[in-house]
């Protein structure tokens, strides 16, 4: 988990912070025993712990469901790599 300093936003107009998820991962021989969405109940929780109203983070395609079950929501969001000088 990650926070991350953020300027306010419509779906958050009081915080300056987010929180990020990454690098959420089961090995193959454990999944399909809800360990991943253990692991999510609890970033979620210590988000909330943290005073944290708004978070995010990337899916892979196999991850969506997931994480769309447990209200997670696409947005807009776009990438780039960009050149380094």
Do not use: C, S
Request: charged share 25%; aromatic share 10%.
């Amino acid at each position: 988990l990650m926070l991350i300093d953020w300027p306010p936003h419509p779906a958050h107009p009081t915080q300056d912070k987010r929180g990020y998820v990454l690098n959420v991962f089961v090995e193959p021989e454990y999944r399909n025993r809800g360990l991943a969405r253990e692991l999510m109940k609890l970033a979620e929780a210590e988000f909330a712990r943290r005073g944290v109203g708004y978070a995010i983070l990337h899916a892979t395609e196999k991850g969506r469901p997931l994480y769309q079950g447990m209200g997670w929501n696409g947005t807009t969001e776009m990438a780039k790599a960009l050149d380094v000088l």
